[in-house]
T-cell receptor, first 114, second 114 residues
Framework: EAGVTQSPTHLIKTRGQQATLRCSPI?????VYWYQQALGLGLQFLLWYDEGEERNRGNFPPRFSGRQFPNYSSELNVNALELEDSALYLCASSLRGSLNQPQHFGDGTRLSIL | AQSVAQPEDQVNVAEGNPLTVKCTYSVSGNPYLFWYVQYPNRGLQFLLK??????LVKGSYGFEAEFNKSQTSFHLKKPSALVSDSALYFCAVRALYNNNDMRFGAGTRLTVKP
């Protein structure tokens, strides 16, 4: 079974640009979660998508947005990039409504803002 | 809202010695508890979970965790540490009542020295 895949592995941008990160969940998983892991910090919850809709959102500004496609893959878009957006962005997937099941993580996209 | 605390940023143990990584939680109602491990430049890997039943949960790579309801703790343990266990460990909690929200601790860096 293929795991969660994220692309690109690394992304370098400059301040003010826009970044798009992609995630493909495990086959059969309908929920996709996005997290930000800044250097030296823990995971900060960004967004949760399920069945194509945004279900929950963390404490991040509106320039962080995303969507989920009919095949359950997802994109995270970050507009007007700022230096502090430099971080590892992790995507996770799980079965919908499965509170007792773990989230399965991809290896992340490392976003560097110059 | 639920929360998780990992009181130690860093744990150092000698190879062959037992290890404990601490986690305490706060949640209304029954918790679902998880441990994950993160190796450098990788995503989080699921180790084990507590949902209900036996308070001692066994997981991957010889790890186990003990759920203690009275102390609201879920400490990760291993009888004999390996150098390859050196990594960042995260505790996470979910509660039945909320919107599929999983909260992660800040992480504990485990270093096992030969």
């Amino acid at each position: 079974e293929a795991g969660v895949t994220q692309s690109p592995t690394h992304l370098i941008k400059t301040r003010g640009q826009q970044a798009t990160l992609r995630c493909s969940p495990i086959s059969g998983h309908t929920s996709v979660y996005w997290y930000q892991q800044a250097l030296g910090l823990g995971l900060q919850f960004l967004l949760w998508y399920d069945e194509g809709e945004e279900r929950n959102r963390g404490n991040f500004p509106p320039r962080f947005s995303g969507r989920q496609f009919p095949n359950y893959s997802s994109e995270l878009n970050v507009n007007a990039l700022e230096l502090e957006d430099s971080a590892l962005y992790l995507c996770a997937s799980s079965l919908r409504g499965s509170l007792n099941q773990p989230q399965h993580f991809g290896d992340g996209t490392r976003l560097s803002i110059l | 809202a639920q929360s998780v605390a990992q009181p130690e940023d860093q744990v150092n143990v000698a190879e062959g010695n037992p290890l404990t990584v601490k986690c305490t939680y706060s949640v209304s109602g029954n918790p679902y508890l998880f441990w994950y491990v993160q190796y450098p430049n990788r995503g989080l890997q699921f180790l084990l979970k507590y949902i209900t039943g036996d308070n001692l949960v066994k997981g991957s790579y010889g790890f186990e965790a003990e759920f203690n309801k009275s102390q609201t703790s879920f400490h990760l343990k291993k009888p004999s540490a390996l150098v390859s266990d050196s990594a960042l460990y995260f505790c996470a909690v979910r509660a039945l009542y909320n919107n599929n929200d999983m909260r992660f601790g800040a992480g504990t860096r485990l270093t096992v020295k030969p």
